[in-house]
């Protein structure tokens, strides 16, 4: 449980998961925190405690109306920040949040029946449906192979352009600094909308 420091104090169910990971400190972690659907949390408050959390990605989930009525799915509207700022979409918080809903029906510390804050799923979901604030669906169900549990995420496909000659040379320049070096680059395409705030950089295969 996690509170504001505001006049009236608010209380909000949060876990803390790795995804890509079986080890509870390998992987790449992500907190993950549930609003309710009345919440007046402003994006301000959001970004303090995703500093707060000092974690690599802070996922708000608010539950929508729409996980009444479909049988084994649950949806929630999803928002994305890092310690400095929002992000459009993340796909290993996308994971980890994905991990906790479908844990809380059973063995989330906290959660359930007979804790103050209710479980988000039951053992019949199979699939969490993420809105975000641009309107992207992801969607993300659990599988069982060879007895072993594993999640998909499906992403919505995006569009791409090639980025212009003289905006590749600023992106490349930026990409040598971060990097160390001149890496060895076959394509740089810009998202069309809603994903035009995004790269894709295709590498060649020899800078592994």
Same mark, same amino acid.
């Given at each position: 449980?996690?509170?504001? @420091?505001?006049?009236?104090?608010?209380?909000?169910?949060?876990?803390?998961? !790795?995804? /890509?990971?079986?080890?509870?400190?390998?992987? !790449?972690?992500?907190?993950?925190? /549930?609003?309710?659907?009345?919440?007046?949390? @402003?994006?301000?408050?959001?970004?303090? /405690?995703?500093?707060?959390?000092?974690?690599?990605?802070?996922? #708000?989930?608010? &539950?929508?109306? +729409?996980?009444?009525? !479909?049988?084994?799915?649950?949806? /929630? *509207?999803?928002?994305? #920040?890092? &310690?400095?700022?929002?992000?459009?979409?993340?796909?290993?918080? @996308?994971?980890?949040?994905?991990?906790?809903?479908? *844990?809380?029906?059973? !063995?989330?510390?906290?959660?359930?029946?007979?804790?103050?804050?209710?479980?988000?799923?039951?053992?019949?979901?199979?699939?969490?449906?993420?809105?975000?604030?641009?309107?992207?669906?992801?969607?993300?169900?659990?599988?069982?192979?060879?007895?072993?549990?594993?999640?998909? +995420?499906?992403?919505?496909?995006?569009?791409?352009?090639?980025?212009?000659?003289?905006?590749?040379?600023?992106?490349?320049?930026?990409?040598?600094?971060?990097?160390?070096? *001149?890496?060895?680059?076959?394509?740089?395409?810009?998202?069309?909308? &809603?994903?035009?705030?995004?790269?894709?950089?295709?590498?060649?295969?020899?800078?592994?």
């Amino acid at each position: 449980m996690l509170s504001t @420091t505001m006049s009236t104090p608010r209380s909000y169910p949060f876990a803390i998961a !790795n995804a /890509f990971s079986q080890d509870a400190f390998g992987g !790449n972690p992500a907190a993950i925190i /549930f609003l309710d659907p009345s919440n007046t949390l @402003t994006q301000e408050e959001r970004l303090k /405690f995703a500093k707060g959390f000092n974690q690599p990605i802070v996922v #708000f989930l608010t &539950p929508t109306s +729409i996980s009444a009525k !479909n049988r084994g799915v649950v949806s /929630f *509207d999803v928002q994305y #920040f890092s &310690p400095g700022f929002e992000i459009e979409l993340c796909g290993h918080g @996308t994971a980890a949040a994905t991990k906790v809903i479908l *844990d809380s029906a059973s !063995n989330l510390p906290g959660f359930g029946q007979g804790s103050q804050f209710p479980a988000f799923s039951s053992s019949q979901t199979h699939t969490v449906e993420f809105t975000t604030v641009k309107g992207v669906v992801i969607s993300a169900r659990k599988l069982v192979i060879e007895e072993e549990e594993w999640f998909e +995420i499906v992403l919505p496909a995006g569009k791409l352009k090639e980025l212009p000659a003289e905006e590749a040379e600023r992106v490349l320049g930026a990409l040598s600094r971060a990097v160390g070096k *001149d890496p060895k680059v076959k394509y740089i395409g810009v998202g069309e909308p &809603p994903f035009h705030n995004d790269l894709l950089i295709v590498l060649e295969e020899s800078e592994n």
